[in-house]
T-cell receptor, first 116, second 111 residues
Framework: GAVVSQHPSRVICKSGTSVKIECRSL??????MFWYRQFPKQSLMLMAT?????????EQGVEKDKFLINHASLTLSTLTVTSAHPEDSSFYIC????????????FGPGTRLTVL | EDQVTQSPEALRLQEGESSSLNCSYT??????LFWYRQDPGKGPEFLFT???AGEEKEKERLKATLTKKESFLHITAPKPEDSATYLC????????????FGTGTRLKVLA
């Protein structure tokens, strides 16, 4: 149980285009979903926290107009990187909490974004 | 200030050589301490949740313990497939609860 999927696993795009990443909790309803960014050999950097039906809460320094988060249902959250630039290239990971009322976060497999 | 510190940053073990990873934390109102395993290019995999001092959890060669200041992840007779980065996180805080992740311990087990 507690499986989280992400799609796509890899994406390569041209500078200036927008990219959407989907995060789904497959076998539970997620009360909260999180989006992280991870640079090579570094730990997770929290970008934003979202609850179903409400606006996401962004961490300091994260541009909300650039990283659009939509938490449309209890099983789906999306992250859209708008007007992507090479410096947005990174490993993006989502997580979800909520199964059985627990506090654990269950992570997706991650999405490798490369902006050319 | 709430924080999580993991040590060592990196650890190399021979197969079968038991050891422990440390996660020290300072947080008000601990709501849980979590251990994860992360393989390169993948999302973290949930291992354990600990809620109160004295609690222990086991899974195969791994055993997690918790005190009021730190948690240990004991690895008994490790195998090469245990090589990964192990992350510790806490949930807590005064007012709004927040998750705080440590920077991880990179474990390499040599055959």
């Amino acid at each position: 149980g507690a499986v989280v999927s992400q799609h796509p696993s890899r994406v390569i795009c041209k500078s200036g285009t927008s990219v959407k990443i989907e995060c789904r909790s497959l076998d539970f309803q997620a009360t909260t979903m999180f989006w992280y960014r991870q640079f090579p050999k570094q730990s997770l950097m929290l970008m934003a926290t979202s609850n179903e039906g409400s606006k996401a809460t962004y961490e300091q320094g994260v541009e909300k107009d650039k990283f659009l988060i939509n938490h449309a249902s209890l099983t789906l959250s999306t992250l859209t990187v708008t007007s992507a630039h090479p410096e947005d290239s990174s490993f993006y990971i989502c997580s979800a909490s909520g199964p059985a009322g627990g506090n654990e976060q269950f992570f997706g497999p991650g999405t490798r974004l490369t902006v050319l | 200030e709430d924080q999580v510190t993991q040590s060592p940053e990196a650890l190399r073990l021979q197969e079968g050589e038991s050891s422990s990873l440390n996660c020290s934390y300072t947080v008000s109102g601990l709501r849980g301490l979590f251990w994860y395993r992360q393989d390169p290019g993948k999302g973290p995999e949930f291992l354990f949740t600990l809620y109160s001092a004295g609690e222990e959890k086991e899974k195969e060669r791994l055993k997690a313990t918790l005190t009021k200041k730190e948690s240990f992840l004991h690895i008994t007779a490790p195998k090469p497939e245990d090589s990964a980065t192990y992350l510790c996180a806490v949930l807590g805080g005064s007012g709004t609860y927040k998750y705080i992740f440590g920077t991880g311990t990179r474990l390499k087990v040599l055959a």
